[in-house]
């Protein structure tokens, strides 16, 4: 089992050091990295298109990595803004790695980009784990999902630099207690900002673009406090890998430094 962990840890540095060189290439060519994690249905996806749709109606270049085990959906869906957008399908992979971002970059990036937003596979587990060489780290969540998940996935808001709440106009039919949600969210990440969302209106899309330009200017960000979290499963699918896929690796003790 220790010689398991082992590997796990190795191949959890490899990406760190590729996601480090990754964000450096990035920084100098000014290219800000959005790092977009969130369960299922969350409405990332239409609230990413939000954001694009404002981004080139406001003349700010930006472009769109969007991660699926299957289908090309999301991708058509976010083109539909205007902005360059590519497909990352991970054949099973609950989860993005730094490799797979820099090689869907490569020869494919407009050069006078200013943030790219990479939507992650819709899982709150594994993408917590990985840094993709991000300059913001944002974890969604919708109203319907519960006001307890921040305390079932603390790795995940605990290593968020922004939380966005999505979904606020279902909030009073799903008898949703934001009081009660921000509490949590406080408990596993102290000073961590949080936007309210509805994609079916825009709201959000603006904040959200604002931050995303302020890591691209070098503001200073939230450093949320984040403790190693390992766990393990062997899984049939459960959290979106593939069958029989097994792991059993800590979770980082950092996440990206801005």
Not at 180 to 196: D, K, L, S, W, Y
């Amino acid at each position: 089992m220790c010689r398991s962990v082992d590997v796990k840890q190795a191949v959890l540095a490899k990406n760190d050091d590729l996601a480090a060189a990754l964000r450096a290439d990035l920084a100098g060519r000014g290219v800000a990295v959005v790092n977009l994690l969130s369960s299922p249905g969350s409405g990332k996806t239409e609230l990413l298109c939000r954001v694009l749709a404002h981004a080139v109606a406001t003349g700010v270049p930006v472009a769109a990595l969007t991660a699926d085990l299957a289908t090309e959906n999301d991708a058509r869906r976010l083109a539909r803004s205007g902005a360059p957008v590519r497909q990352v399908l991970t054949d099973g992979l609950c989860h993005l790695e730094a490799r797979q971002v820099r090689g869907h970059l490569e020869d494919w990036l407009p050069a006078d980009t200013e943030v790219l937003f990479v939507e992650n596979v819709g899982n709150l587990v594994c993408p917590a784990s990985y840094d993709l060489g991000e300059t913001l780290r944002i974890v969604l969540m919708a109203v319907t999902e519960g006001e307890d998940k921040p305390l079932k996935y603390p790795t995940a808001f605990g290593s968020a630099h922004l939380v966005v709440l999505t979904k606020t106009d279902l909030a009073a039919p799903a008898g949703f207690d934001e009081d009660a949600f921000t509490a949590n969210v406080r408990r596993v990440n102290p000073g961590v900002e949080i936007v309210r969302s509805c994609a079916r209106t825009g709201d959000g899309a603006a904040a959200v673009l604002d931050r995303a330009l302020a890591a691209r200017d070098g503001a200073p960000q939230h450093h949320p406090p984040l403790a190693p979290r390992p766990h393990s499963h062997d899984l049939d699918g459960a959290h979106g890998d593939a069958p029989g896929h097994t792991h059993n690796h800590p979770h980082p003790a950092s996440v990206p430094a801005s």
